[in-house]
T-cell receptor, first 114, second 117 residues
Framework: NAGVTQTPKFQVLKTGQSMTLQCAQD?????MYWYRQDPGMGLRLIYY???????DKGEVPNGYNVSRLNKREFSLRLESAAPSQTSVYFC?????????????FGNGTRLTVT | AQKVTQVQTEISVVEKEDVTLDCVYE???????LFWYKQPPSGELVFLIR??????QNEISGRYSWNFQKSTSSFNFTITASQVVDSAVYFC??????????????FGQGTILTVHP
């Protein structure tokens, strides 16, 4: 059981380049989330998808777009990367209707924008 | 809006010492959920424990214990007889009621724990 799978694990971009971070889960979860982790800031929510067909902004959505492709997949796109987007990105998922259940995280994508 | 504050940014202890990581939260909901996650040097996020706002019982799991006190809005984590393998970043997190949060977690900034041999 793979859980939450993120690709790629590492990426270096130049300012202005675009890329898509991929996330897939095989746990039949309804809700999926994208977080970024920066030193001293904890994890901050970028976007989330409470259920298939819906997406909503989180705390720090500027500069990002998302697509909930199907129930399994939730991608994060950077249209024009900026150095401020250098971070570690985590995808997570959970059952929507059980708020007591924990988030299951992928292993993260370390992105550097030069 | 909800907020989670982890009191210590960094803690350094010697192996076998006990250590407590403090977490204070703010929420307007009467129904909410609290979590602790561990992030070892390898980088993955490992779920440790969850608590809902109606259950104030302390919990012990091996060397780990958690003290939840609604009166002080705190959910503290203690490691007894710490080991080098406990070295990690620990995150406290809060989720409000489902209809307001859609399952979103608000994280504290993390506490870096270093256990020296």
């Amino acid at each position: 059981n793979a859980g939450v799978t993120q690709t790629p694990k590492f990426q270096v971009l130049k300012t202005g380049q675009s890329m898509t971070l991929q996330c897939a889960q095989d746990m039949n979860h309804n809700s999926m989330y994208w977080y970024r982790q920066d030193p001293g800031m904890g994890l901050r929510l970028i976007y989330y998808s409470a259920s298939e067909g819906t997406t909503d902004k989180g705390e720090v959505p500027n500069g990002y777009n998302v697509s909930r492709l199907n129930k399994r997949e939730f991608s994060l796109r950077l249209e024009s990367a900026a150095p401020s987007q250098t971070s570690v990105y985590f995808c997570a998922s959970k059952y929507r209707d059980d708020n007591n259940s924990p988030l299951h995280f992928g292993n993260g994508t370390r992105l550097t924008v030069t | 809006a909800q907020k989670v504050t982890q009191v210590q940014t960094e803690i350094s202890v010697v192996e076998k010492e006990d250590v407590t990581l403090d977490c204070v939260y703010e929420t307007r909901d009467t129904t909410y959920y609290l979590f602790w996650y561990k992030q070892p040097p390898s980088g993955e996020l490992v779920f440790l424990i969850r608590r809902n706002s109606f259950d104030e019982q302390n919990e012990i799991s091996g060397r780990y214990s958690w003290n939840f006190q609604k009166s002080t809005s705190s959910f503290n984590f203690t490691i007894t007889a710490s080991q080098v393998v406990d070295s990690a970043v620990y995150f406290c997190a809060l989720s409000e009621a489902l209809f307001t949060s859609n399952g979103k977690l608000t994280f504290g900034q993390g506490t870096i724990l270093t256990v020296h041999p």
